[in-house]
């Protein structure tokens, strides 16, 4: 997998990441999008800076890098450093929001003492926060920690994911040992601070379905990238060749999409696209280090 996987050009491993292969699933269009423009300018709000705190503040204590208040801290100081003043938030609250939603995420992830743990270990393409190990079963867990600023209703929907079916067959291969089970550690902030760990198994029938389906859409994906397939371009990088198809069940799925005017306001007309959005510069991707076996 490693030796297939280091022939393959740098931003088509960013393009087969797990993450990145669930927002192609999500809307082709939009991860054409992405790469092509940056989205429009959105009023900050804090969703990502609090997750990005909580899970520092969990890389520090479940990774044994430091003491509890060496996690509190690292939690405040990513707080401080993604804050955009503003009316609305006020710095200290939400870095007393993020320590609480790091207790919580601690308080309901209940790890066993035997367990050995990896955490956020960068394998083939993608980075899973955190890898155990039940030493009796011998098989591995997978958790993922997801953070929201306000309760969401489909929770069910990571049955489903494409990134942690990726994650399964990655971790899977890079250790040779089964998975057994993904759990998403959910963080919600408001109006209360909570956080729940949902369980999902993998079934070995399970995991053949996935395989089939992944391997469908990383083939699309390199299709797409080999130009054998409908390619979103920029007007002066020759004829308009995006893919013809996006998934309008996607455009209110998140909130708004951010492609939601180029698409259907300017229908990717890339002149009228240049007055709300920037074309993205493009920028070097990072190489992929290769596993320690
Ligand atoms: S607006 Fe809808 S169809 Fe258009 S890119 Fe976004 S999700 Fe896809």
Redesign the pocket.
Known sequence: MSELLADLPSDLKERLRPSNMEEYL?????SA?KRGWVPRAVQWTPNLTLGSAVHAGLKVLLGYVGDEDDAYAEVKRVMAEGYVPQEYWELEKLQKLACRGLDKALGALSLLARERRVVERKLYLGTPDLITETVLAQSLTITDTKCHLTPHGWTDDYATSLQQWAYVEEVSRYWDAPVEWYRILQVTFTPKVEAELVPFRVTPRARAFWRTILRDVSERIIQEYKGEAYRFTLAEEGPDTRPTV????????YG?????E???EFQWDVSRMATLYTPRVKEATPSVQDPVR
């Open positions: 999500t809307c082709p269009l939009l999008f996006g998934n309008p069940a996607s455009c209110h799925r708004r999409c951010v492609a939601f180029a698409c259907h």
